[in-house]
């Protein structure tokens, strides 16, 4: 009988090549019998795709901070221009009192190139403005003006 089974073993030829057999499945980087987990392949068309738009979102979402902050320094410096142009215009202007710090006072253009501050706001001048009106200013403790409002763009 041994004789018998040692010819069995002899005999024996396996049908699967030895290089696609491996004493670990476990480690095979595909499923090894039905039961196993399913693997599939990675999309890597999908994955790149994925991360392409996620980098535009973040990218596009910094911008949109870069340009905000460019809008409000671009504000700011026309606030600042406007306060230059001002100013000049009321230290030409005539004014019939001394100017008083924390005072509000308004800039009105007389005729082309003379200008008046006056404490009489346009809503007080009634139907028949004799002047026309540019700003509604305060003089500032450092002795610049504060445009609180106006009513045009003003270039000198």
Same mark, same amino acid.
């Given at each position: 009988?041994? !004789?018998e089974?040692?010819?069995d073993?002899? +005999?024996?030829?396996?049908?699967?090549s030895s290089? @696609?057999i491996?004493?670990?499945p476990?480690l095979?980087?595909y !499923?090894?019998?039905?039961g196993? !987990?399913i693997?599939?392949?990675l999309?890597?068309? /999908?994955?790149?795709?994925?991360a392409m @738009?996620a980098?535009?979102?973040?990218t596009g979402?910094?911008?949109?901070?870069? @340009?905000?902050?460019?809008?409000?320094l671009?504000k700011?410096a026309?606030?600042?221009?406007?306060?230059i142009?001002?100013?000049?215009?009321i230290?030409?202007a005539?004014c019939g009192?001394?100017p008083v710090?924390?005072?509000t006072y308004?800039?009105?253009?007389k005729a082309e190139d003379?200008y008046l501050i006056?404490?009489?706001?346009?809503e007080? &001048?009634?139907? /028949?403005?004799?002047y026309?009106?540019?700003?509604e200013?305060?003089?500032? !403790?450092?002795?610049? &003006?504060?445009?609180?409002?106006k009513?045009k763009?003003?270039? +000198?």
């Amino acid at each position: 009988m041994e !004789a018998e089974n040692n010819l069995d073993k002899e +005999i024996f030829f396996n049908p699967i090549s030895s290089d @696609k057999i491996t004493e670990n499945p476990g480690l095979l980087p595909y !499923a090894h019998h039905v039961g196993s !987990a399913i693997i599939r392949p990675l999309d890597k068309g /999908k994955t790149k795709g994925n991360a392409m @738009k996620a980098m535009y979102q973040q990218t596009g979402n910094q911008l949109t901070q870069i @340009k905000d902050q460019v809008e409000l320094l671009i504000k700011q410096a026309q606030e600042i221009h406007d306060r230059i142009n001002i100013s000049e215009l009321i230290y030409k202007a005539d004014c019939g009192v001394k100017p008083v710090v924390g005072e509000t006072y308004f800039l009105y253009e007389k005729a082309e190139d003379s200008y008046l501050i006056s404490l009489i706001s346009p809503e007080e &001048w009634g139907h /028949k403005m004799p002047y026309h009106f540019i700003a509604e200013v305060n003089l500032l !403790a450092d002795h610049t &003006w504060n445009v609180v409002r106006k009513l045009k763009d003003i270039t +000198i």
